[in-house]
């Protein structure tokens, strides 16, 4: 697992996706909210749940804890072609502060090593130009560094209108 990134991730899952009977919703967490965003773009999932997902090249304001947890990682190069996985403190401090009863037990539960490689992928991307294909996700299926972004790319167009649940409508059940 060790040396592996985001292209090779995204491809050992879509192999496995390419063997099923029907396409799945696939769901993801940070890098693996990037990987979901990556399989449903290459056509191979209905849909995608993409929780915190790992940004785009491009985003370079990351959040106050998003630096503390990735920090002590990218201080040390070293672990670029490693696996490596949270100490009980730090998994409690970056994922499970909210549940500080449980924290251990979850982490000896649920935490596995990963590859460190899509972390320091994500850290050294930068943007490509001052127009909006900075922003176009050079991560993205079928993107590369020089790839121009699709034209309705960070538009209205681009984002599906929300989901309404099905039946009356709740100001129609009033009259």
């Known amino acids: 697992m060790a040396n592996r990134g985001i292209a090779e991730v995204t491809d050992h899952y879509a192999q496995f996706i390419s063997q099923l009977p029907s396409a799945p919703i696939v769901v993801g967490h940070s890098f693996g909210g990037l990987v979901a965003q990556r399989l449903l773009g290459q056509g191979l999932a ?3 749940i993409a929780i915190a997902p790992a940004q785009f090249t491009g985003i370079l304001a990351l959040p106050l804890a998003q ?3 990735a920090g002590p990682i990218l201080s040390r190069p070293w672990l670029r ?3 490596w996985s949270h100490t009980p403190e730090s998994f409690h401090r970056g994922f499970a502060n909210g549940v500080p009863e449980e924290s251990d037990e979850i982490h000896h539960s649920y935490t596995i090593p990963a590859p460190m490689k899509p972390l320091f992928q994500g850290a050294t991307s930068k943007p ?3 127009n909006n294909s900075a922003t176009w996700p050079r991560m993205h299926p ?4 020089t790839s121009p972004a699709p034209k309705n790319y960070g538009t209205a167009r681009n984002n599906p209108p929300p989901i309404r649940p099905a039946g009356p409508s709740a100001s129609s059940l009033m009259t």
Do not use: F, N, V
């Open 142 to 145: 079928g993107a590369t560094s």
């Open 46 to 48: 209905r849909g995608c």
């Open 81 to 83: 072609t490693r696996t």
């Open 67 to 69: 630096l503390q947890t």
């Open 128 to 130: 490509t130009s001052s």
